[in-house]
């Protein structure tokens, strides 16, 4: 500690932190639970719902949200809440027994910034359990292998994923990869509309890193990509939109998280609903009678609903070349998908038709 406050790295207040975590003691286990640093609406909030309802007494259960996130207020309505960042919630991540997200990201895995050296010891064994952000059907090993995140636990959904989690080169054994079904699950419900909504997954050779604020960065020639030129023509295509007036139908655009910030971009006309974060996903599967994604793991939830899917997959050698985090795995799209695969705008345009 003398070593620490002498170099000048750290804070009287980080310091102070530590010995406090050192120090402190819970009568009951306490175990942090999340999503986004700034969004709920996944597996980390089911789990946090049943924690709550199930086990009020066992487990001391906590949620991780920033606090101007538009979930905060939701979530505190179930249970006690601790705002990203805050001391609280760097005190609690120090003592706590578990941590368990459905997003393997540094800023839930090493949520001190700068700090990080100077609690190193006292995270270096937490257990942190990885509930998913969805059900893998490619190879994600280069991102999410043993050697890189180390968890304590893998939750798997499906046989031939938890399979694949012990054939490919993730280094994990039986015991750190469980065979559970995602949380997020127990919860989805049908109330289907005239909806068709289209949500794509993010393209990471699109951008940079995050910031300070954990915001993705886009790079130079965002907007004259293949990827956003691509949904752009098809939110704009005019067949597309005779077709859904004709027939009644609404068309939605999800964008991915990531892209949030460059809804712009994409252009869409004022007859697409942009749903920009105010409805849940959970809703959106419920009410939407067809989406149509590309690589996207939401297909899993909307297939659990026995509703029809479209796999747009324009780009797929660019996507599966390593511009991505991953690359193929034992999923074949038009062998085990639960609909239509297309490669361009016409045809993508007539399937849904």
């Excluded at 998913?132 to 890189?148: A, C, E, F, P």
């Excluded at 939407?288 to 796999?311: C, E, G, H, N, Q």
Aim: net charge negative.
């Amino acid at each position: 500690i003398r070593e620490v406050r002498d170099s000048g790295d750290f804070s009287e207040d980080d310091i102070l932190l530590r010995e406090k975590a050192r120090k402190f003691k819970s009568r009951r286990p306490i175990w942090l639970i999340s999503d986004r640093y700034d969004l709920a609406d996944d597996n980390g909030e089911a789990f946090f719902l049943f924690l709550q309802k199930h086990h009020p007494y066992a487990v001391k259960s906590y949620f991780v949200l920033a606090e101007g996130s538009r979930d905060y207020q939701r979530m505190n309505e179930i249970g006690p809440v601790v705002s990203y960042g805050s001391q609280e919630h760097k005190l609690l991540y120090l003592t706590a027994q578990c941590v368990v997200s459905s997003h393997a990201d540094k800023y839930v895995t090493q949520p001190f910034e700068q700090q990080n050296a100077l609690y190193k010891d006292l995270v270096a064994q937490k257990p942190f359990v990885f509930l998913q952000h969805g059900v893998i059907k490619d190879d994600m090993s280069g991102w999410l292998n043993r050697y890189n995140k180390n968890f304590y636990g893998f939750i798997t959904t499906t046989k031939p994923e938890y399979a694949s989690l012990l054939q490919c080169k993730y280094f994990y054994t039986e015991n750190e990869v469980w065979l559970t079904g995602l949380p997020r699950h127990d919860r989805l419900y049908n109330a289907p509309e005239k909806l068709i909504t289209i949500m794509p997954t993010w393209r990471r050779h699109l951008l940079s890193g995050q910031n300070q604020d954990n915001h993705w960065i886009a790079l130079p020639g965002l907007e004259t990509s293949n990827y956003v030129s691509f949904y752009r023509a098809l939110l704009n295509d005019p067949t597309l939109h005779s077709a859904a007036l004709k027939y009644g139908y609404t068309i939605a655009f999800k964008p991915h998280p990531a892209f949030m910030d460059y809804l712009s971009a994409f252009s869409a006309p004022e007859s697409i609903s942009v749903l920009d974060g105010q409805m849940s996903y959970r809703d959106i599967f419920a009410k939407s009678s067809l989406i149509l994604t590309d690589y996207s793991s939401v297909a899993f939830d909307f297939a659990y609903l026995r509703k029809p899917i479209i796999y747009c997959q324009s780009d797929k050698e660019e996507f599966f070349s390593g511009e991505h985090i991953y690359s193929r795995g034992y999923f074949d799209y038009e062998r085990d998908g639960f609909g239509e695969v297309t490669c361009d705008l016409q045809e993508t345009v007539q399937q849904i038709i």
